[in-house]
């Protein structure tokens, strides 16, 4: 796991503005066209007020989400829509340039076309629940062996909503970079199992092949 860094930081700020130089180093980089897929959550909304601020070139960048709630763009539980609010409203991003993909064939089809046809996406941000989960691949899903690059799930009792689409282990571990943001104390065990890659928890069974930056802040 030589391509594994863990960074931890006292303040979100400070964790949302080192993933933020990661995007950028990462996007302006690259020649060409750019793919990034974003979650949901409470964690990445700094992130996004931090990209939010940046001068890039926004025109190259097609954005995907790491996973999605089916339920309307409007919805509060909707992550395209909370993205939306947060960052795409607020850059120079082509509309054609989101992907909110309502199917599992839909998004994969969308991904290989892309990425000429080799799946592998620019940048994967992911968070992580209290149960070890990242996207929305939670214990036990068939997300983590499918040979898909998406799909439909189902999250577990009392977890709403509870019909969603993620992308498998399949297409992040096919990613170039992939970080995985945590924080408060809430999530300080469950990121220790991450960071050290324990196989008990699914974040912990992802292997990226290519750089796994895995953050953490003290403050929630």
């Given at each position: 796991?030589?391509?594994?860094?863990?960074?931890?930081?006292?303040?979100?700020?400070?964790?949302?503005?080192?993933?933020?130089?990661?995007?950028?180093?990462?996007?302006?980089?690259?020649?060409?066209?750019?793919t990034a897929a974003l979650p949901g959550g409470a964690t990445p909304a700094r992130l996004f007020k931090e990209l939010a601020s940046l001068?890039?070139?926004?025109?190259?960048?097609?954005?995907?989400?790491?996973?999605?709630?089916?339920?309307?763009?409007?919805?509060?539980?909707?992550?395209?829509?909370?993205?939306?609010?947060?960052?795409?409203?607020?850059?120079?991003?082509?509309?054609?340039?989101?992907?909110?993909?309502?199917?599992?064939?839909?998004?994969?089809?969308?991904?290989?076309?892309?990425?000429?046809?080799?799946?592998?996406?620019?940048?994967?941000?992911?968070?992580?629940?209290?149960?070890?989960?990242?996207?929305?691949?939670?214990?036990?899903?068939?997300?983590?062996?499918?040979?898909?690059?998406?799909?439909?799930?189902?999250?577990?009792?009392?977890?709403?909503?509870?019909?969603?689409?993620?992308?498998?282990?399949?297409?992040?571990?096919?990613?170039?970079?992939?970080?995985?943001?945590?924080?408060?104390?809430?999530?300080?065990?469950?990121?220790?199992?991450?960071?050290?890659?324990?196989?008990?928890?699914?974040?912990?069974?992802?292997?990226?092949?290519?750089?796994?930056?895995l953050l953490f802040s003290e403050e929630p």
């Open positions: 796991m030589k391509n594994r860094v863990v960074r931890r930081f006292k303040t979100g700020g400070a964790m949302a503005s080192f993933a933020a130089g990661l995007f950028k180093r990462t996007l302006l980089h690259k020649s060409g066209g750019f001068p890039l070139p926004w025109e190259q960048v097609v954005f995907f989400m790491s996973d999605e709630r089916l339920v309307p763009a409007s919805s509060p539980a909707s992550n395209f829509g909370a993205a939306r609010k947060a960052l795409f409203s607020k850059i120079k991003v082509p509309s054609a340039n989101l992907r909110p993909a309502r199917t599992p064939a839909a998004l994969e089809k969308e991904i290989l076309k892309e990425t000429k046809s080799s799946g592998r996406l620019d940048f994967v941000l992911l968070g992580l629940g209290a149960d070890g989960h990242t996207a929305s691949v939670f214990p036990g899903s068939p997300a983590e062996k499918s040979e898909k690059l998406a799909l439909a799930v189902t999250a577990p009792r009392g977890v709403k909503p509870a019909r969603r689409l993620t992308l498998t282990f399949r297409a992040l571990n096919r990613a170039r970079l992939v970080v995985l943001m945590a924080a408060g104390p809430a999530k300080k065990s469950v990121f220790k199992l991450a960071a050290r890659g324990e196989r008990t928890i699914p974040a912990g069974r992802l292997r990226p092949a290519g750089k796994f930056y």
